[in-house]
């Protein structure tokens, strides 16, 4: 079975400009969620999917947005780029039947968008 | 609110010897806890997972985790490292009623021939 997917590998942009990052989940998950991961640091999370609504929100602010789509794949949007927004992009997926403490909430990684910001 | 401390940054370790990588948590909830292993300019990997029940959790490669509830710790152990294991580890944590990870800074593991 196929993991979970992510385009582009790399993308080179320069600040002030907008860049649209996409995921697709395994087959059969309905949860996606996104990560940042800056270098020496761990990944910090930035949003979560399920079933086309948001269900969490990191930390981060309002030029970065989200959306689900109905076969489930999904599209993280940073505006107005900053140096500071390069980074690793990761994108993970779950079944995602509920909040609670479930096997079902196990969240499996794609190998991630490499952005640089000039 | 969840926070994850990983003891260590770096770890060198000869081959074949044993290695713990130390991940402590913080929670005033339930939790959920995990090992993920990033190899260079790769994506995560789940190595192993503590949902519940048995405190000694065996994943993937031969690791293995313990949940320790009083210590608020969850170390990973190996008993003999190959040169192949050299990656960076993450501990992460996810509480009850969030849906999000919580990831600690991550420990550098290098094997020397």
């Known amino acids: 079975d196929a993991g979970v997917t992510q385009s582009p590998t790399h993308l080179i942009k320069t600040r002030g400009q907008q860049v649209t990052l996409r995921c697709s989940p395994i087959s059969g998950h309905k949860s996606v969620s996104w990560y940042q991961q800056v270098l020496g640091q761990g990944p910090q999370f930035i949003f979560q999917y399920y079933e086309k609504e948001e269900r969490g929100r990191g930390n981060f602010p309002d030029r970065f947005s989200a959306r689900q789509f109905p076969n489930y794949s999904s599209e993280l949007n940073v505006n107005a780029l900053l140096l500071g927004d390069s980074a690793l992009y990761l994108c993970?997926?779950?079944?995602?039947?509920?909040?609670?403490?479930?096997?079902?909430?196990?969240?499996?990684f794609g190998p991630g968008t490499r952005l640089t910001v000039l | 609110a969840q926070s994850v401390t990983q003891l260590d940054s770096q770890v060198p370790v000869f081959e074949e010897a044993p290695v713990e990588l130390r991940c402590n948590y913080s929670s005033s909830v339930s939790v959920y806890l995990f090992w993920y292993v990033q190899y260079p300019n790769q994506g995560l990997q789940l190595l192993l997972k503590?949902?519940?029940?048995?405190?000694l959790v065996k994943g993937i490669n031969g690791f293995e985790a313990e949940f320790n509830k009083s210590q608020t710790s969850f170390h990973l152990r190996k008993p003999s490292v190959h040169i192949s294991d050299t990656a960076e580890y993450f501990c992460?944590?996810?509480?009850?009623?969030?849906?999000?990870?919580?990831f600690g800074k991550g420990t550098k593991l290098s094997v020397i021939p």
């Open positions: 503590y949902l519940s029940g048995s405190t």
């Open positions: 993970a997926s779950s079944f995602g039947t509920s909040g609670g403490l479930q096997d079902t909430d196990t969240q499996y």
């Open positions: 992460a944590v996810r509480g009850a009623g969030s849906y999000q990870l919580t």
